[in-house]
């Protein structure tokens, strides 16, 4: 089993910055991969970024690219999202998520999910 804890959420004003952390636990492998997903309210969750512990591929939805990045630090068992030039479309619960494999975009597809931590971006 794997249990997800993340830190990082607040609130920021447009432009600002923002680092989300999650510290993974309890695994007995480390091959998964790691993702990042939202949700705002009345909406879907939908995909933000997805890194593989395997190796270092990493995929980024459009609706971020070139603002958000995600990394990883396997000594600490840790995946962060590093947010830059936040919008206020980008205010929404982020949600940590593990999976099995190889990384996906589909929320379905993950085994593992952090509690999600709020991200409150003010115009």
């Known amino acids: 089993q794997v249990q997800l804890v993340e830190s990082g959420g607040g609130l920021v004003q447009a432009g600002g910055s923002l680092r989300l952390s999650c510290a993974a636990s309890?695994?007995?492998?480390?091959?998964?991969?790691m993702g990042w997903f939202r949700q705002a309210p009345g909406k879907e969750r939908k995909f933000v970024a997805t890194?593989?512990?395997?190796?270092?591929?990493?995929y980024t939805a459009d609706s971020v690219k070139g603002r958000f990045t995600i990394s990883r630090d396997n000594a600490k068992n840790t995946v962060y999202l590093q947010m830059n030039s936040l919008k206020p479309e980008d205010t929404a619960i982020y949600y940590c998520?593990?999976?099995?494999?190889?990384?996906?975009?589909?929320?379905?597809?993950?085994?593992?999910w952090g509690q999600g931590t709020q991200v409150t971006v003010s115009s």
């Open positions: 998520a593990a999976k099995t494999s190889s990384a996906s975009v589909n929320a379905l597809d993950y085994n593992y």
């Open positions: 890194i593989s512990w395997s190796g270092s591929m990493t």
């Open positions: 309890g695994r007995t492998f480390s091959s998964y991969s």
